[in-house]
Nanobody
Framework: QVQLVESGGGLVQAGGSLRLSCTASGRPFSGYAMGWFRQAPGKEREFVAGISGAGASTNYADSVKGRFTISRDNAKNTVYLQMNSLKPEDTAVYYC???????????????????WGQGTQVTVSS
């Protein structure tokens, strides 16, 4: 049974930073793509960032490009999302997800992922 556990969310002022972590268990970590998604109240879940199994390939939503960085430490079975220059519109529940080693364009689609964490709340005040 694969489990993903997110941490690192919280309340931060606009312009501040947070780092989210997602630790996986239940299967070998390095062979699988990982993604971060978010869902704000009343909105659909949207792609934020994705990373390949080895970490060599990443992609980002246009809304976070240049501000967020996804990375992974396969020795620790953990993927990170460093979020800088946060804006109130970044407020959402953030979810990590695990999927097969698919191409970058397929990382954008939530339905392509097999496993999801429970989510962590990020609130950015203005």
């Amino acid at each position: 049974q694969v489990q993903l556990v997110e941490s690192g969310g919280g309340l931060v002022q606009a312009g501040g930073s947070l780092r989210l972590s997602c630790t996986a268990s239940g299967r070998p970590f390095s062979g699988y793509a990982m993604g971060w998604f978010r869902q704000a109240p009343g909105k659909e879940r949207e792609f934020v960032a994705g990373i390949s199994g080895a970490g060599a390939s990443t992609n980002y939503a246009d809304s976070v490009k240049g501000r967020f960085t996804i990375s992974r430490d396969n020795a620790k079975n953990t993927v990170y999302l460093q979020m800088n220059s946060l804006k109130p519109e970044d407020t959402a529940v953030y979810y990590c997800a695990s999927g097969p080693p698919f191409s970058p364009i397929l990382r954008l689609v939530a339905n392509n992922y097999n496993y999801w964490g429970q989510g962590t709340q990020v609130t950015v005040s203005s």
